[in-house]
């Protein structure tokens, strides 16, 4: 901590949890709390139950976590791979050329998802790329708003790189392509191990472009989520919630583990 008298940490740590309890780990535990109730009773939830939880791992609940699953994970690999090879090839380019790139992948996240559901739902109704009503459309309109974060991510740690590991691979007669692939992704892996964790985070969270877009066959966590909150099913929801939140964390510590052991290579 930047704070070096133990009153000045003592009061730094006391606004911390004086902000963060009610505003981001009081809420998340009320969401847990309703999970396991069956009725409100004054300003808590009561009636101790895990009959939500049983509904939450089968059938539907199991098919919509799957569907994020697959959707988050297929999103999260294409956004850093196109993410990636354009940050790389926007570190070649003059000044002009990198903010015309940046804007350009920056663009989906600076408008609301709904527009971005919206654009897709537009452009891809009609052959030759008839995707509407398929699962496919669920996943580019996923990659298209997670890209941005994997493009930055890895062009913020491209600018940190060293050259000179390149340079001495190059002075050593590597070709460009063996520096590529034997010098620079080594060393960017933590950055792309944690640009995925973010891209999979954000997945597996969409909603807003994802209801315009899933077809019946193909609906995720959190829009079951949602329907199951709009029909009165608080409970219901808060268990699936607290199962997407789950997955989730359990995947980004898996992430971290790998990105722990890139860091030290």
């Known amino acids: 901590m930047l704070v070096h008298s133990r009153k000045g940490k003592w009061a730094a740590w006391a606004l911390f949890l004086v902000l963060f309890l009610p505003l981001f ?10 999970s396991f109730s069956t009725h409100w009773s004054g300003a808590f939830p009561s009636g ?16 919509a976590l799957t569907t994020s699953l697959v959707t988050a994970v297929t999103a999260s ?9 354009a940050a790389i090839a926007a ?29 897709i739902l537009v452009a891809f109704s009609k052959p030759p790329m008839l995707l509407n009503g398929t699962r496919w459309i669920v996943i580019l309109a996923h990659t298209v708003l997670v890209t941005a974060f994997a493009y930055q991510s890895v062009a913020a740690a491209i600018i940190r ?21 034997r010098v620079k992704l080594p060393l960017l892996l933590p950055s792309l191990t944690a640009a995925a964790g973010l891209c999979f985070a954000l997945s597996m969270g969409e ?16 829009v079951l989520i949602f329907t199951a909150t ?3 099913s608080l409970f219901t ?16 510590l898996a992430v971290s583990r790998i990105r722990t052991r890139a860091s030290y290579r």
Do not use: C, N
């Open 25 to 34: 780990a009081l809420p998340l535990l009320v969401i847990v709390a309703a």
């Open 48 to 63: 101790p139950t895990t009959e939500h939880y049983s509904a939450a791992v089968r059938g539907e609940s199991l098919q």
């Open 77 to 85: 690999l294409l956004a850093l791979t196109v993410g990636s090879w």
């Open 91 to 119: 570190a070649g380019l003059k000044k002009r050329g990198r903010r015309v790139l940046d804007a350009l992948f920056v663009l989906p996240v600076a408008v609301p998802s709904v527009v971005v559901g919206l654009a």
């Open 161 to 181: 790189l060293d050259p000179m590991y390149e340079q001495a691979a190059a002075s050593l007669g590597a070709r460009p392509s063996y520096v590529l692939f």
């Open 207 to 222: 909603l807003s472009a994802t209801m315009m877009l899933y077809p019946p066959d193909w609906m995720p966590l959190p």
């Open 230 to 232: 709009d029909r009165g």
């Open 237 to 252: 929801g808060s268990a699936l919630a607290v199962v997407l939140m789950g997955t989730t964390l359990l995947v980004l």
